[in-house]
């Protein structure tokens, strides 16, 4: 039933979309003004997209479950006074049990722990598994629950994927709660994936953007040192971190990205699990080719979770892949990463998609790391991640056979959706 509402919904957001369209929206490509080593872009970046830039940052990556849960489920189990969750996907299994227990047992301890699901995305999740997080004094919420006065929402998700232990850690990425994340991605069963761990003044950053879910869900505001102490330097790399949703900042995410690609002067590196650019992002990626720009996309191959993104992502391709720009499928399982490398310099990393979804529709979050060290660590990973994927030619493109060029362009008429 929740399916079928769903549909529907979508079906009237769809036309409602194609008739009114959202009040603010970006439809024309950025002017380059300057470089993304200019001090302009960290500029911009903070007045255009909201918190600024902050330093005294550090940074640990996180590959897979095998590396991700584990260093989560330490720090939940080191909180002395906050537990601040929110995820888009927590599903039965024994990671989902994992995380109960450890949430619950320091809820038993004292420690204030605040979770928030999104409520389609853990549709999955035994009720009784949040019964007995709620009985041990864990504050379970649910975003945007689905009820007949609240059809209107239904299309509207958090996506954001944050935990912020007493106001100091932070972890963000593309991780959901659920069995197909564990394991190092060592076959279609287990998903390739990556988190960050995150310490310095940009947690607090962090921990605003759940603060703002938690007011749209419960009307209170967790505030006082315990949520937000006063944060010392910890190491020496620049970071912002900046949130999007349809009721505030719709466009934000799709203007970061267009900042980004048109400031771009050497390399754009993109691992995006959904990719479907629209128009004006596709003329963002084209004019940075024109310009010299060396781009290049890993996304998921055949072991992909959803085929209606992959047919719309794949009806997009034909100017990209005639301009030189490097499209490669990851082959090994599905490919769940979502990382932008930009000129050696900027990573941006979170819950955001490359794709209408993300810029528009869901509530999402995304952390800015703009260090030359990092970023070459994002590099290497991400020709790893190459190494192993199977390069898109335009030809193949091309002399794909007509019923998949049909199948994809059919679902690009959903793209705004997608």
């Not at 039965?92 to 047992?105: H, V």
């Not at 794709?355 to 260090?371: C, G, K, Q, V």
């Amino acid at each position: 039933m929740v399916f079928f509402v769903a549909a529907v919904t979508a079906i009237l957001s769809l036309v409602a979309y194609n008739f009114i369209g959202s009040e603010k929206r970006i439809e024309t490509r950025l002017d380059r003004l300057y470089s993304l080593d200019s001090p302009q872009f960290a500029h911009e970046l903070g007045v255009l997209l909201g918190p600024p830039v902050v330093e005294g940052n550090r940074f640990r990556v996180l590959r897979n479950g095998d590396e991700i849960f584990p260093a989560m489920l330490d720090a939940i189990r080191g909180a002395r006074e906050t537990i601040n969750f929110e995820s888009y996907i927590y599903w039965s299994g024994d990671i989902g049990n994992a995380f109960a227990s450890a949430l619950s047992e320091r809820a038993q301890a004292g420690v204030k722990v605040q979770v928030l699901l999104d409520a389609v995305g853990s549709s999955k999740i035994d009720q009784s598994v949040l019964d007995a997080m709620s009985k041990a004094g864990v504050e379970v919420q649910r975003y945007h629950p689905v009820r007949w006065f609240t059809l209107g929402k239904l299309n509207n998700r958090t996506h954001r994927k944050l935990l912020i232990v007493d106001g100091t850690i932070g972890f963000t990425g593309g991780v959901g709660i659920a069995p197909e994340w564990t394991g190092n991605a060592q076959d279609p069963d287990h998903w390739r994936d990556t988190h960050f761990q995150v310490e310095g003044p940009v947690v607090g950053q962090m921990q605003s953007v759940f603060v703002d879910n938690w007011i749209k869900v419960t009307g209170r505001v967790p505030h006082g040192k315990d949520y937000f102490p006063l944060l010392q330097p910890l190491g020496s790399v620049r970071a912002q971190m900046f949130s999007s949703s349809p009721t505030g900042g719709s466009e934000s995410m799709a203007l970061m990205y267009q900042l980004a690609i048109t400031a771009a002067t050497r390399t754009i590196d993109l691992s995006a699990a959904y990719f479907v650019p629209d128009a004006i992002t596709e003329q963002a990626l084209l004019a940075a080719i024109a310009r010299g720009v060396k781009v290049r996309v890993i996304v998921p191959g055949k072991y992909m979770d959803s085929e209606t993104v992959r047919a719309a992502s794949r009806a997009r391709w034909g100017a990209l892949l005639k301009a030189g720009i490097l499209i490669a499928e990851y082959g090994p399982t599905m490919y769940h990463c979502k990382v932008l490398i930009v000129d050696h310099l900027l990573v941006s990393v979170g819950s955001t998609n490359f794709d209408n979804r993300s810029f528009r529709l869901n509530d999402e979050a995304t952390l800015n790391i703009m260090d030359v060290e990092f970023a070459a660590q994002q590099t290497e990973i991400f020709e790893q991640d190459l190494s192993v994927s199977e390069r898109v030619t335009h030809i193949a493109w091309e002399n794909r056979p007509w019923t998949e060029k049909l199948r994809d362009r059919l679902a690009l008429l959903i793209a705004s959706q997608l």
